[in-house]
């Protein structure tokens, strides 16, 4: 069902990788209320993934784009602005990327070369891109701005890792530059710490069915699916949340909350009992 609560509304998607990306389901929801928008990522992932056919699937257009890059993503928001006739209305980041993850390498034994890469990726881009945007002038006012973060940012999740490190200073991004673009020009910045989400990228991390459970098992709601995490997007994108801005929003089924919940106690009392 459709409101169009996005109709008229132009933006620029980063991070769409295939169907199971938050990313992709962002584009399906923006494009079924209404709004226009350009389809972003690294070359390299353009070419693991299938985002051509979400493309087609949206009527928008793919520009690749190396987020680490302001060379390219200023040359993504000149050509993103011209395609779409105008400034734009939102922006999506759905970037993370830690080699010391994939390589194993635990969090007390870094390779500092790729903890700075993982950084640059996950989190400096998102101050690249904002910046890009600013020095353009190219978001419209009450733009709204929103990076994908998880709740490792405050507390610890042993196999997290860097991870960890990227969101945190992704949140400190978004309260820092939301300030500056609040005050000058209207536009808001926020983070989503979205549950743990069965996406190509978070299926990676060590032991994630476990940590995906778990965390289903504690939230009084359950885990947020990308679907649920792509409509809550959408209500950030619109006019209806103006005066929101600066905030890291937990969209988690009450997790972050919950200190226990009764199926983990009763989990936890029959394994005690049957010792």
């Known amino acids: 069902m459709s409101n169009n609560i996005l109709k008229g509304k132009k933006g620029i998607i980063f991070g769409a990788l295939d169907?199971?990306?938050?990313?992709?389901?962002?584009?399906?929801?923006?494009?079924?209320?209404?709004?226009?928008?350009?389809?972003?990522?690294?070359?390299?992932?353009?070419?693991?993934?299938?985002?051509?056919?979400?493309?087609?699937?949206?009527?928008?257009?793919?520009?690749?784009a190396d987020a680490t890059s302001v060379e390219d993503l200023t040359s993504l928001f000149e050509s993103s602005v011209q395609k779409l006739g105008g400034k734009i209305d939102?922006?999506?980041?759905?970037?993370?990327?830690?080699?010391?993850v994939r390589k194993k390498r635990q969090y007390y034994d870094q390779n500092y070369d790729w903890t700075s890469k993982g950084i640059d990726v996950s989190a400096m881009s998102f101050h690249k891109m904002i910046q890009a945007a600013w020095k353009l002038d190219a978001i419209n006012e009450w733009g709204s701005i929103i990076g994908l973060s998880y709740i490792a940012a405050q507390r610890v999740f042993n196999s997290y890792n860097d991870m960890a490190d990227n969101k945190a200073f992704l949140e400190s991004i978004a309260r820092s530059f939301g300030y500056h673009y609040?005050?000058?020009?209207?536009?808001?910045?926020?983070?989503?710490?979205?549950s743990p989400t069965l996406t190509t990228a978070g299926s990676g991390v060590s032991g994630f069915d476990t940590f995906y459970n778990y965390a289903n098992d504690l939230s009084p709601l359950g885990n947020a699916s990308a679907d649920d995490c792509a409509m809550y997007c959408i209500s950030l994108f619109s006019d209806y949340t103006r005066k929101v801005t600066m905030q890291n929003?937990?969209?988690?089924?009450?997790f972050s909350f919950t200190g226990m919940s009764d199926k983990l106690m009763d989990s936890y009392s029959k394994e005690n009992s049957d010792k």
């Open 19 to 64: 169907q199971k990306s938050i990313a992709w389901k962002v584009a399906e929801h923006a494009h079924r209320e209404g709004a226009e928008f350009i389809l972003s990522n690294a070359p390299i992932a353009l070419r693991m993934g299938t985002i051509n056919q979400l493309a087609e699937k949206t009527n928008s257009e793919v520009i690749p």
């Open 249 to 254: 929003l937990f969209h988690d089924g009450g």
């Open 90 to 100: 939102f922006i999506l980041h759905s970037i993370g990327m830690s080699v010391n």
């Open 182 to 194: 609040g005050v000058r020009r209207n536009v808001r910045i926020n983070t989503i710490s979205q």
